[in-house]
Structures are given as structure tokens and as C-alpha cells.
T-cell receptor, first 115, second 112 residues
Framework: DSGVTQTPKHLITATGQRVTLRCSPR?????VYWYQQSLDQGLQFLIQ???????AKGNILERFSAQQFPDLHSELNLSSLELGDSALYFC??????????????FGPGTRLTVL | DAKTTQPPSMDCAEGRAANLPCNHS???????VYWYRQIHSQGPQYIIH???NNETNEMASLIITEDRKSSTLILPHATLRDTAVYYC?????????????FGSGTRLSIRP
């Protein structure tokens, strides 16, 4: 158990819908990362937040957005869902988000299925 | 950040040492080598990282060559639970998270 929690574990929805994925970082971690992993694909970095502020952005679609709240939990919002958005979505957290010893710890993921 | 090259798959007998290689010939002086693994569809799990000295923890050992152009992750006594995809990543201490590339990794199969 990494200490990172993600809800829900599974999510099934229809095309065109909007969903929200939630992540709670490890206690004491200030930085949160979101990744997408499609079937048999590698992990694709989406976005990073540090203490409520956006720190880095990857190839995140405009239909996707995220935020980190004052209690440091984060939410990833996916809208106008398409079949191709079906994937595993992982959240990771680390202490400060930078530095040689800053290690990312991953949550168990949310499996999104768009029908 | 430097790119890494790993064999797509390997296998190892249970109880034997599993040695997973990684090439990172363009690594810079301040870049670290990190290893993660992903068991089935679970979240990736941090294993170990190092700069230039060999490192060991309760999970594995990391051997980095003197020129730092390659490294080897060693699982000393592989078990069936070590079956996973292993990712070798190179990153600088202040690299943007957007530059951290997990790649395709090595799929390690442990045979009984």
C-alpha cells in the first residue's frame, strides 16, 4: 500500500458524459501527478500540481482538467468523453515534486470505461 | 532527460537472480537512474534509484557502470510475485515531470 488513494476504482459511462476522478496523496506529500495508461500502452503524463498550483503539463487534452484543493487532494475532470478515453488513470504523489530524492508513489488507479 | 533502452521481455527461474539491463548512453552528470515496476494493472511501484554508486535496499540492488551509460537492476531471489513490467527511467533532480518517460519497459516473467 503506497498511501495514495484513488476513487472510484471502476467507472463506466457513456460517450459525451463528464466524470471526476479523485486522488488523495500520501500524508505530507505536496505534489500530485496524473497519468493515463491505455490498453497495453505506457504511462502518459498528464499534469502535475504542487501545493495547489499547476507545476507541469503533459499531453493533456483540452477536454480534461485538474485541480488540487487546499487539503491537497486532487481531482481530474474528463468531459465530452470519447471511446478512446477508456483507460487506467493513475495518480501519484511526492513530497515536493522536484529534487534528487523526490520519489513518486502511485495509487491503485481508476479504470474508466466509456461505452 | 536522457532516453533509456530496455529489452522488451525477459524470463527467469524462480529462486534465481533476475538481472534487468538498461542502457542510458546519453545520461548527464546530474541525472539519476530510477526503477519502477508495474504488476498487472496495478499502480507502478518504486523500487530503487541511484546516481553513480551501487545501491541496495530490501527489494533490489542497482548496479551502475562506471561510465554511467548503463545499469542493471538485480532481484536477488526472484519469486512469482516479481512477475511485472519493469521501467528504467532517467531524470535530473530538477527535471519537469513532463520529461519523465516511462517507456515500454521490460516484461519479466518468472517461471516456477
Amino acid at each position: 500500500d503506497s498511501g495514495v488513494t484513488q476513487t472510484p476504482k471502476h467507472l463506466i459511462t457513456a460517450t459525451g458524459q463528464r466524470v471526476t476522478l479523485r486522488c488523495s496523496p500520501r500524508s505530507g506529500d505536496l505534489s500530485v501527478y496524473w497519468y493515463q495508461q491505455s490498453l497495453d500502452q505506457g504511462l502518459q503524463f498528464l499534469i502535475q500540481y504542487y501545493n495547489g498550483e499547476e507545476r507541469a503539463k503533459g499531453n493533456i487534452l483540452e477536454r480534461f482538467s485538474a485541480q488540487q484543493f487546499p487539503d491537497l487532494h486532487s481531482e481530474l475532470n474528463l468531459s465530452s468523453l470519447e471511446l478512446g478515453d477508456s483507460a487506467l488513470y493513475f495518480c501519484a504523489s511526492s513530497v515536493v515534486g522536484t529534487g534528487s530524492t523526490d520519489t513518486q508513489y502511485f495509487g491503485p488507479g481508476t479504470r474508466l470505461t466509456v461505452l | 532527460d536522457a532516453k533509456t533502452t530496455q529489452p522488451p521481455s525477459m524470463d527467469c527461474a524462480e529462486g534465481r537472480a533476475a538481472n534487468l539491463p538498461c542502457n542510458h548512453s546519453t545520461i548527464s552528470g546530474n541525472e539519476y537512474v530510477y526503477w519502477y515496476r508495474q504488476i498487472h494493472s496495478q499502480g507502478p511501484q518504486y523500487i530503487i534509484h541511484g546516481l553513480k554508486n551501487n545501491e541496495t535496499n530490501e527489494m533490489a540492488s542497482l548496479i551502475i557502470t562506471e561510465d554511467r551509460k548503463s545499469s542493471t537492476l538485480i532481484l536477488p531471489h526472484a519469486t512469482l510475485r516479481d512477475t511485472a513490467v519493469y521501467y528504467c527511467i532517467v531524470r535530473g533532480p530538477y527535471s519537469s515531470a513532463s520529461k519523465i518517460i516511462f517507456g515500454s519497459g521490460t516484461r519479466l516473467s518468472i517461471r516456477p
